[in-house]
């Protein structure tokens, strides 16, 4: 829990790893990146490229974990729960990836 409030992008980095998405690296630079533009910048659009770029890694998990519900509505909802908690959302992807590599 700690990672993903004090750095998410290491945190989603290595979920997103597990799951072979993307390598941690270029998963981190994204991230990061991304996070640096928004906070020195303050630009809206940037965090909600950054939450619609993460729902999207998101719909990837729901796919490779087989999950009913994918795409459409679910893609919103992965969206919003981005903006409202990225910390919170973060935190239970690792949860849900590490307890499906037990």
């Known amino acids: 829990c700690l990672w993903a409030c004090c750095c998410p992008a290491i945190r989603w980095a290595d979920t997103v790893r597990c799951v072979g998405l993307l390598g941690f690296w270029?998963?981190?630079?994204?991230?990061?990146?991304?996070?640096?533009?928004?906070?020195?910048?303050?630009?809206?659009?940037?965090?909600?490229?950054?939450?619609?770029?993460?729902?999207?890694?998101?719909?990837?998990?729901?796919?490779?974990?087989?999950?009913?519900?994918?795409?459409?509505?679910?893609?919103?909802?992965?969206?919003?729960?981005?903006?409202c908690c990225a910390c919170c959302t973060i935190i239970q992807e690792a949860r849900q990836v590490e307890e499906a590599y037990k």
Do not use: P
Request: net charge negative.
């Open 26 to 83: 270029m998963a981190f630079a994204i991230f990061f990146s991304m996070e640096v533009v928004a906070s020195n910048t303050g630009q809206i659009i940037i965090w909600a490229v950054l939450a619609l770029l993460c729902a999207a890694m998101r719909q990837e998990m729901r796919k490779a974990y087989g999950m009913h519900e994918q795409g459409g509505w679910t893609y919103f909802e992965d969206f919003c729960l981005y903006c």
